[in-house]
């Protein structure tokens, strides 16, 4: 695989290239990514902002309600409206990358399942893919150069 990975929207209006690896990869299937994205789950790379270097075009911020209350921006392309990534939490020091808007969608397999409790049934797990009803301990979870990343993204905003 790639060191550098590109995607973009789907009219090409937006163009992105992730300069790292992500952190780590959730598939989540809360009833709000249910709902926002029209499917059974989202695949989100979680990344640095700083490591996510727009090649053309501006998304624009798209703020979305969520059971937690907590704000949501969703960065959608202008013209085509495609989802390229999200803010969760008003923490911009990181993306959580929607990885279907890469050129290769499938680079990256979830490091973990979260909000299992309200994954659609016909939805099969693989049994080596750690799953969880609502969310996991990132400390017990995250491979420790990834907690170092997050740590140093975290202190530099």
Known sequence: MAEIYEGGCACGAVRYRMTAQPMFVHCCHCLDCQKQTGSAFVLNGII???????????????????????????????????ALWSNYGGRTWVRFLRLSTLDEPHAFRPDAHIFTRSKVPWVRIPDDQPAFDIYYDMATLWPAESLARREAAQASA
């Open 48 to 82: 640095e902002t700083d490591r996510v270097v727009l090649l053309r075009g501006e998304p624009e911020p798209d703020r979305m309600p969520t059971s937690s209350g907590r704000p949501h921006d969703i960065y959608r392309c202008r013209d085509c409206g495609t």
